[in-house]
């Protein structure tokens, strides 16, 4: 009866949650759920999370509005693919 009662809390807190009640909730990647959640909140704790290096950079440069941050990415498509985002 206590996990029952204990599961219910849990839904109710995550369904509770904005972040996770928006879009983001339904995306597997993890990298990919915290970029659209740091767009979402406006947040860049959510960048470092990221593992890809280039797309934590990415992730950086367009949640702090920072084009400097896009010099960071090494691969130079994605480098000029962020730099048009300014």
């Given at each position: 009866?206590?996990?029952?009662?204990?599961?219910?809390f849990?839904?109710?807190?995550?369904?509770a949650?904005?972040t996770l009640?928006?879009?983001?909730?339904?995306?597997?990647?993890?990298?990919?759920?915290?970029?659209?959640?740091?767009?979402?909140?406006?947040?860049?704790r959510?960048?470092?999370y990221?593992?890809?290096?280039?797309?934590?950079?990415?992730?950086?440069?367009i949640?702090d509005?920072?084009?400097?941050?896009?010099?960071?990415?090494?691969?130079?498509?994605?480098?000029?693919?962020c730099?048009?985002?300014?």
């Amino acid at each position: 009866m206590k996990i029952i009662v204990l599961a219910l809390f849990f839904i109710n807190l995550i369904l509770a949650s904005p972040t996770l009640a928006s879009g983001c909730a339904y995306i597997q990647n993890l990298d990919k759920k915290n970029f659209c959640m740091a767009q979402k909140e406006r947040n860049n704790r959510y960048c470092s999370y990221i593992q890809n290096m280039d797309n934590s950079s990415y992730c950086y440069a367009i949640v702090d509005n920072d084009s400097r941050r896009c010099h960071y990415i090494k691969n130079n498509d994605s480098r000029q693919f962020c730099l048009s985002n300014f």
